[in-house]
């Protein structure tokens, strides 16, 4: 089974700055044929897609955190990351990453918190 880690998670102050990292177990050539999404999940709400990195590293975003998020991928190390810039306490969920579509397992995900 393909597993999923997250990573990079905390409390932030609205404005302040996190990186997220997750790690897949895939090798590397499937890895990097596949697209790759960062969603979140907030208390009492359905989970979203909020970021996805094709296998020729075109990015798109959901329109709550285009010009703050910035997908990336390195294929080597079969890791996707999220920046997060500006950071808002509407952006406090937890985490996770997986394919676009889901093919996987979901991680434990990482929690982001953003209050001052």
């Known amino acids: 089974q393909v597993q999923l880690v997250e990573s990079g998670g905390g409390l932030v102050q609205p404005g302040g700055s996190l990186r997220l990292s997750c790690v897949a177990s895939?090798?590397?050539?499937?890895?990097?044929?596949?697209?790759m999404g960062w969603y979140r999940q907030a208390p009492g709400k359905q989970r979203e897609l909020v970021a996805t990195i094709f296998s020729d590293n075109d990015p798109t975003y959901a329109d709550s955190v285009e010009g703050r998020f910035t997908i990336s991928r390195d294929n080597a190390k079969n890791t996707v990351y999220l920046q997060m810039n500006s950071l808002k306490p509407e952006d406090t969920a937890v985490y996770y990453c997986?394919?676009?579509?889901?093919?996987?397992?979901w991680g434990q995900g990482t929690q982001v918190t953003v209050s001052s």
């Open positions: 997986n394919t676009v579509p889901v093919i996987a397992l």
């Open positions: 895939f090798s590397r050539s499937i890895f990097s044929q596949y697209a």
